[in-house]
């Protein structure tokens, strides 16, 4: 590889590609990887998710197409050549077309090799493309892009599942894990709290939509009701939901002090108060790992979510910190424990997910084989621990 285009997602307050670049930045440089930052143009200053649930619908689109633009200028211009390698931080890249257009009609010495990395897509039965009825064209771009990339990056041996039975033909690698720097997390709350200074704090900080299973939180926190045990929702945004019922129930909830929501959060906030915190709670069908379990273990608090899907692999397949899914009482039990002691293990989830850069540019350098999985073996690796 001798240079990596980088084209990387816009940046929102209330999401993990504010810093995603600086992290990949980081790892480039320890790893003294050649790379360019491919720009692209945001469509206003706010940061801000304003149609959507993931990314911004016109942001996604309008910043997409600009970087798009200038990759394709850079092609023209002969800075881009068949020695090097374009990343996609995300598969679905409004624009990517261009790449198999221009590649088709050039000589082959002039085509580089191009990487996506897969966050969910329509082969995850509970991606919002599903919730706006978009999965029918998104499946058809799906097979497209397949049809071209050198490879794709799937974060856990679940995903790489739904992509086979889904009939993806592109080389499939599991990169066990998403994009973190644990160091620049820690930075910014400057000292982790130790964990007699903690507030008794259960934390949701996953989006409030139907598919992160938020009135099982709910139903959680009612049975703790009375008890000395803060439930809190915090968002990076607005509390806003593609169920109008979770938000009514939620401020219900937050009148009777048996939830307390933190709106509007900015990143080094949502940090000091998980540093506050003792525990992170999800219940989400699909995170396909989340960043936030990233976000909490780097920073001193207990973690505890479902053993469901990609969950049992970012664990190690540790059983105290994972519940039976949709059981209130096995999450009672197990949230009662991590209440009460910090877990012997906090620190090991986010050293693993530190390194899930290095395992993408071991790929992309033709070192990780090992990660492969588009053969008929791809659920060898399923029960093995990573780490």
């Not at 993806?168 to 910014?188: C, H, M």
């Not at 000091?272 to 936030?292: E, G, R």
Request: one cysteine or more.
């Amino acid at each position: 590889m001798r240079k990596l285009f980088y084209m990387g997602l816009e940046p929102y307050e209330g999401r993990y590609t504010l810093q995603l670049e600086e992290w990949s930045r980081r790892a480039f440089v320890r790893r003294d990887i050649n790379w360019v930052s491919v720009p692209g143009t945001t469509i206003d200053n706010t940061k801000a998710i304003q149609v959507g649930q993931v990314l911004d619908a016109h942001g996604r689109s309008f910043f997409s197409m600009s970087q798009m633009m200038n990759l394709v200028q850079m092609m023209r211009n002969g800075e881009v050549t068949g020695e090097d390698v374009v990343f996609f931080e995300d598969m679905f890249q409004p624009g990517i077309e261009s790449l198999p257009y221009i590649m088709n009609q050039i000589p082959q010495e002039q085509r580089p090799k191009v990487w996506v990395r897969c966050l969910a897509q329509a082969i995850d039965p509970d991606d919002f493309v599903h919730v706006w009825g978009m999965s029918k064209w998104m499946s058809l771009y799906e097979s497209m892009v397949n049809e071209f990339v050198t490879g794709v990056l799937a974060s856990n041996e679940e995903m790489v599942a739904n992509m086979k039975v889904a009939n993806w033909t592109a080389p499939i690698y599991n990169v066990s894990g998403l994009a973190f720097d644990k160091t620049e997390v820690q930075l910014r709350v400057g000292e982790i709290a130790p964990w007699s200074e903690r507030a008794n704090r259960v934390v949701f900080a996953a989006r409030w939509d139907q598919e992160k299973q938020p009135g099982f939180y709910m139903d959680l926190a009612e049975q703790y009701a009375g008890k000395d045990v803060e439930f809190a929702i915090v968002q990076g945004g607005p509390l806003r939901s593609n169920n109008p019922e979770y938000i009514e129930r939620a401020r219900a909830l937050e009148a009777k002090g048996v939830l307390k929501i933190y709106e509007n959060q900015k990143k080094n906030d949502y940090y000091w108060l998980l540093n506050n915190s003792k525990v992170l709670f999800n219940c989400a069908l699909q995170d396909w790992t989340s960043n936030t379990i990233s976000e909490a273990d780097a920073l001193g608090a207990n973690v505890l979510f479902p053993a469901y899907r990609s969950f049992p692999e970012i664990f190690a397949n540790d059983h105290t910190r994972m519940y039976i899914p949709w059981s209130i009482e096995d999450a009672s039990d197990k949230l009662n424990k991590l209440l009460q002691l910090p877990h012997p293990y906090i620190g090991k989830i986010s050293d693993w997910t530190g390194s899930t850069i290095d395992r993408y540019l071991d790929i992309m350098q033709g070192n990780g084989e090992q990660w492969r999985r588009d053969n008929k073996r791809y659920r060898d690796e399923v029960a093995k621990r990573k780490y």
